[in-house]
């Protein structure tokens, strides 16, 4: 089993950064895709960005392309989401997510999740 916890979400105004860190226990994920995905109020859960274990390839959504960069650091059981430039459509409760058995994008796909951590963004 792994337990993932995020943290780093806060208040901010639209044009500012957030940097979330999601802190992985009970086994390393160096073998493990991991994700970021997000809920707002009212609407599904959707993908924001993944980090392939194999090459470290990064995928985003084109929603937050250019604007959003996801890294890994597996010496510290560690994943990232650097946010830039956030607009108020960023606002949500962002979820770490590891381990897909199944399409990078999709949510379903994924064993493990944390509890998710929230993210205003005033306009």
């Known amino acids: 089993q792994v337990q993932l916890v995020e943290s780093g979400g806060g208040l901010v105004q639209a044009g500012g950064s957030l940097r979330l860190s999601c802190a992985a226990s009970?086994?390393?994920?160096?073998?493990?895709?991991m994700a970021w995905f997000r809920q707002a109020l009212g609407k599904q859960r959707e993908f924001v960005a993944a980090i392939f274990w194999t090459d470290y390839s990064t995928y985003y959504a084109d929603s937050v392309r250019d604007r959003f960069t996801v890294s890994r650091d597996n010496a510290v059981n560690a994943v990232y989401l650097q946010m830039n430039n956030l607009k108020a459509e960023d606002t949500a409760l962002y979820f770490c997510?590891?381990?897909?058995?199944?399409?990078?994008?999709?949510?379903?796909?994924?064993?493990?999740w944390g509890h998710g951590t929230q993210v205003t963004v005033s306009s």
């Open positions: 009970g086994r390393t994920i160096d073998s493990y895709t």
């Open positions: 997510a590891g381990y897909s058995r199944s399409h990078y994008w999709d949510a379903a796909g994924y064993a493990y």
